[in-house]
């Protein structure tokens, strides 16, 4: 598939995006995202948030999107900061990445969750998505990812590679499987959607 037809099927699959609240929409309904369903079905436990992580990695995905553009102040850079920069940098090279999308905020075709993959490229001549992580890895790391692939895939019906970088320890994890994951969480989440009722439903989903 050419560059210009892989980019053109996923930007039918746009998404209203507010920051504040991290609310997505599509057409005119409020929808979950990712993290909502991984919350919801306790894959996600937030009493292990540290104050000020979030803002931390903000502010690190801001210092990558900013060089990748060429216009980042690296002079500005504490020295962790820079060591994270570093990092990203040898990713770049060592994968010979070239970057089409950075924080697209997009919705799966069929089950209308919202995403926003970090980083829509080209790794090595493939077409891929790339999540940039600043902190340790977690365990629900590998499935918020499998949802954004399966969200891809589903938009240019072709197989994508996911990378996932962490740029604090510069260790690269290519996620492979897939094994229906994403489905089987999915219907868990529609069940428990229905269990809980029609306040839920009407929050979340655009199917009723």
């Known amino acids: ?107 799966h075709p069929y089950y209308y969750y919202g995403f926003t993959p970090d980083r829509i490229a080209k790794v090595k001549g493939k077409y891929a998505i790339i999540d940039l992580k600043s902190g340790a890895k977690i365990r629900w790391h590998r499935l918020q990812l499998l949802f954004y692939k399966s969200g891809i895939e589903a938009m240019v019906g072709e197989p994508v590679k996911i990378y996932d970088v962490y740029t604090k320890t510069n260790k690269v994890e290519v996620i492979k499987d897939y094994n229906d994951i994403v489905d089987s969480v999915l219907k868990t989440w529609r069940s428990e959607e229905r269990r809980v009722g029609k306040e839920c439903r009407s929050r979340w989903s655009p199917y009723h």
């Open 1 to 107: 598939m050419t560059e210009l037809l892989f980019l053109k099927h996923i930007s039918q699959y746009n998404a209203g995006f507010i920051e504040d609240g991290h609310i997505y929409r599509v057409k005119d309904r409020k929808v979950a995202c990712v993290t909502d369903i991984l919350k919801e079905l306790g894959f996600i436990d937030t009493r292990w948030f540290k104050p000020g992580d979030a803002n931390k990695g903000k502010r690190i995905h801001q210092i990558t999107e900013f060089f990748d553009k060429g216009i980042l102040n690296r002079e500005s850079l504490s020295e962790e900061q820079n060591k994270h920069l570093i990092n990203w940098e040898k990713f770049l090279k060592e994968y010979e990445v070239e970057i089409y999308r950075t924080e697209a905020h997009l919705y």
